[in-house]
Antibody
Framework: EVQLVESGGGLVKPGGSLRLSCAAS????????MAWVRQAPGKGLEWVAR??????????DYAAPVKGRFSISRDDSENILYLEMNSLQTEDTAVYFC?????????????WGQGTLVTVSS | ETVTTQSPDTLSVSPGERATLSCRAS??????LAWYQQRPGQAPRLLIY???TRATGIPARFSGSGSGTEFTLTISSLQSEDFAVYHC?????????FGQGTKVEIK
């Protein structure tokens, strides 16, 4: 079965850190571009970060609000995507989804996980 | 950044009726526009890409149209499972951006 399963969310204080994981199965993870997209409570979707496949150069890209604080990475031997989040702010509170980039365009998201909730609060 | 705006914010429709949702981009995105459905508590699901191509397994009652800056998602006859939030997303310009979502609710 093709699926993505996120984990690692939770409650963290402002200024704290958290690492999210996304376990992939049912498709060739190593050649797939991957992304994180978040959704703040009651709000729309916001693209957060993208990592290309190694064969495509492994380029990392970040949305302006998280650049310098978040780090996306991948382990192709374990089929896991990561998002390391540092210096967390209250506005980072959201459900974080991992998603696959479609073969035709890495910015078109054709498979999504169920999401993991990150709450930043004192 | 390309700003993507959806209208209306909420659409009240009776089962069996047609629903028409709009999405506008602040600059041309060619036909690189997608629609996603998100049911309560669930992940988004890709419905339409390239403005008018249905994703695998999506029923024919869902159709998309438009190009440039104006796009439309039409649900021809609403079924109970179609009451959800719909998001549009442009992927032509960097970074990819989403609209704020349109909630389709039962009238």
């Amino acid at each position: 079965e093709v699926q993505l399963v996120e984990s690692g969310g939770g409650l963290v204080k402002p200024g704290g850190s958290l690492r999210l994981s996304c376990a992939a199965s049912g498709f060739t993870f190593s050649t797939t571009w991957m992304a994180w997209v978040r959704q703040a409570p009651g709000k729309g979707l916001e693209w957060v970060a993208r990592i290309k496949s190694h064969v495509a150069g492994g380029t990392l890209d970040y949305a302006a609000p998280v650049k310098g604080r978040f780090s996306i990475s991948r382990d192709d031997s374990e089929n896991i995507l990561y998002l390391e989040m540092n210096s967390l702010q209250t506005e980072d509170t959201a459900v974080y989804f991992c998603a696959t980039g479609a073969p035709t365009s890495g910015s078109l998201f054709d498979l999504w996980g169920q999401g993991t909730l990150v709450t930043v609060s004192s | 950044e390309t700003v993507t705006t959806q209208s209306p914010d909420t659409l009240s429709v009776s089962p069996g009726e047609r629903a028409t949702l709009s999405c506008r981009a602040s600059q041309s995105v060619s036909s690189q526009l997608a629609w996603y459905q998100q049911r309560p508590g669930q992940a988004p699901r890709l419905l339409i890409y390239a403005a008018s191509t249905r994703a695998t397994g999506i029923p024919a009652r869902f159709s998309g149209s438009g190009s440039g800056t104006e796009f439309t998602l039409t649900i021809s006859s609403l079924q109970s499972e179609d009451f959800a939030v719909y998001h549009c997303q442009q992927y032509n310009n960097w970074p990819p951006t989403f609209g704020q979502g349109t909630k389709v609710e039962i009238k």
